[in-house]
T-cell receptor
Framework: QKEVEQNSGPLSVPEGAIASLNCTYS??????FFWYRQYSGKSPELIMS????GDKEDGRFTAQLNKASQYVSLLIRDSQPSDSATYLC???????????FGTGTRLTIIP | EAGVAQSPRYKIIEKRQSVAFWCNPI?????LYWYQQILGQGPKLLIQ????????DSQLPKDRFSAERLKGVDSTLKIQPAKLEDSAVYLC?????????????????FGSGTRLTVV
């Protein structure tokens, strides 16, 4: 079983709709969770971090965490063509600074 | 604030040749990471430095890969000899100290990466 699992996609969403990206992790000791966006040929950039169960909102982005189910999600409201990218879920175990990444979900916003 | 600097941006070598990548982290960032990202996959940690000491190199193929961070600032990652499967983007990232009580990372920034093609 992979430590961090994501559906590789591609996920196609019409412009203006809500894009929903999901991630599951295997290590129950994981404490911090991150979503990175990676445009083709570019390096990953951090867009959201979440540490506690529940929702965290930042502009059009909402991260959701359910530690009991070992599940993290990212919602993108009012999707724009510029949101087309690969979204990487990353998990950090408490006491260790390294991030473990999923394989990423490729998102395409259709105009 | 200047970002994480990496060079070169691209490198093409033949198998069995050697290659080196350079990284200059954000000033003041104590922790430096080297990640390998193969096309279609997520980044995989190769080695983590805290200042000039190695914290984690469990996934570094030590028979061919080596890395150093002299003086706790710049870092170099070397591959010798290279294999076809080493073709990937090599990403350097750096971060400040983090809050051990909350587990919150205060900063984790990637450089632009070096795209290596082994032919």
């Amino acid at each position: 079983q992979k430590e961090v699992e994501q559906n590789s996609g591609p996920l196609s969403v019409p412009e203006g709709a809500i894009a929903s990206l999901n991630c599951t992790y295997s290590d129950r000791g994981s404490q911090s969770f991150f979503w990175y966006r990676q445009y083709s040929g570019k390096s990953p950039e951090l867009i959201m971090s979440i540490y506690s169960n529940g929702d965290k909102e930042d502009g059009r982005f909402t991260a959701q965490l359910n530690k009991a189910s070992q599940y993290v999600s990212l919602l993108i409201r009012d999707s724009q063509p510029s949101d087309s990218a690969t979204y990487l879920c990353a998990v950090k175990h408490f006491g260790n600074e390294k991030l473990t990444f999923g394989t990423g979900t490729r998102l395409t916003i259709i105009p | 604030e200047a970002g994480v600097a990496q060079s070169p941006r691209y490198k093409i070598i033949e198998k069995r040749q050697s290659v080196a990548f350079w990284c200059n982290p954000i000033s003041g960032h104590a922790t430096l990471y080297w990640y390998q990202q193969i096309l279609g996959q997520g980044p995989k940690l190769l080695i983590q430095f805290q200042n000039n000491g190695v914290v984690d190199d469990s996934q570094l193929p030590k028979d061919r890969f080596s890395a150093e961070r002299l003086k706790g600032v710049d870092s170099t990652l070397k591959i010798q000899p290279a294999k076809l499967e080493d073709s990937a983007v090599y990403l350097c990232a750096s971060s400040l100290d983090w809050d051990r009580r909350t587990g919150k990372v205060r900063g984790y920034t990637f450089g632009s990466g070096t795209r290596l093609t082994v032919v």
